[in-house]
DNA sequence: ACAAATTTAGAACAATTGTTCTAAATTTGT
DNA sequence: ACAAATTTAGAACAATTGTTCTAAATTTGT
């Protein structure tokens, strides 16, 4: 692991632990042992770690959606499958979950990332949705407008479910998988037969 | 309108406008045409400026909630009451809601706050369910964990819509109130009769 | 009307921040 | 082995920030 590789998990660990509002390229830094002259030589901008980790984030969520290919499985293995692997990538990259607005104004290229991902989800989502409604696992009645508001208010759960923990959940001890399983599948139940 | 009065006023019209991140003390005092020892003098800390907006936002949702005490109206009617009026305080202390995470681990007393005031509303929801679904209005057959989890997935959606809009609808012109009210009926159509 | 309390502006402070610059140390390619 | 390229540490810079201090201005109560 390179210098710029150690920065970038350094820098993930230290925002997923302390959030955005405090921590300082200094801190970051100091805390990995190498000096601040140093890690602005890798990155000139604090906005580059953070635009770098966003870019794995992405790349993260790109190999799940390819995963499922394998057609022929149940709905609920597949939901299964996605959930888990959603919840993976919620928790490694917390901060930006947590801070996504302050982060989508501060650097506006990866608001202009998002924005593609989820025209991108949404579309395969909507298809998988109607292709399992075929096989007579998801209610099929549902006209395509109401599906994609679906899909609208699952995103909504599914990218701030990780916020709402954060305040509500963790100072409970609640076990952070657990809930969003549980909370995903809220969402789903009405929808599946 | 006294000094006091107008910090909070404009505090909340500049964090609205540019968020938390960038905003300070001084860009607030300049912007009202006052000093910035003034500005401290009314508010030594800026997380007084911004936990006395929060106790605003409060005090709204006390006096929503209490508004509906007239029973006997249809749960339509009701709902879209409460749709209403969450949005009216959604959009008007709008920062604090894009930026939640990151105000309650700078402020924990604002996060406390939150934890109580989700707790009541809580009780209050799934109590007025059970009433109208008595009355044939909600579904009946739902087992009261269940109902727990609507609800903790309502006030997610309702709770951050408000981000989702801000990175995704914003830019697209969308009209807000009528995105918010569609997003909720969305969350509640499969539980209507 | 006038003493006491409150409010205000502006200077000052102390700490911090992201970033740049420079020179030394280290690594790489041949 | 040695020149060139890369990496590193640490000083330095310039700007900013929240907050405090002081003295003047204004308001309030009697």
């Known amino acids: 692991m390179n210098t710029k590789e150690k920065i970038i998990s350094e820098a993930l660990k230290i925002y997923n632990r302390d959030g955005i509002r405090t921590v300082t390229t200094r801190q970051i830094a100091q805390e990995m042992g190498i000096s601040a002259g140093n890690l602005h030589y890798h990155f000139k901008h604090t ?6 980790i966003f870019q794995l984030l992405e790349a993260g969520y790109e190999k799940m959606i390819l995963l499922p290919e394998k ?3 149940s709905f609920q293995q597949l939901l299964d499958g996605f959930i888990q692997g959603s919840y993976v990538l919620i928790d490694k990259y917390r901060f930006i979950f947590e801070n996504f607005v302050e982060i989508c104004n501060w ?9 593609r991902l989820v025209e991108q989800r949404e ?6 949705f109607m292709y399992y409604a075929d096989g007579g696992m998801f209610r099929s009645e549902i006209p395509l407008l109401n ?13 701030f479910w990780s916020s ?20 995903i599948h809220t969402a789903f139940y009405p929808y599946l037969l």
């Open 47 to 52: 906005e580059d770690i953070i635009f770098h």
């Open 71 to 73: 057609r022929g499985v």
């Open 107 to 115: 650097i506006p290229r990866i608001a202009e990332s998002y924005r």
């Open 123 to 128: 579309g395969q989502l909507v298809s998988l």
């Open 147 to 159: 599906l994609k508001r679906f899909v609208r208010q699952l995103f909504i759960v599914s990218d």
């Open 164 to 183: 709402s923990y954060a305040v509500l959940g963790r100072q409970q001890g609640i076990d952070p998988f657990e809930d969003y399983r549980q909370t």
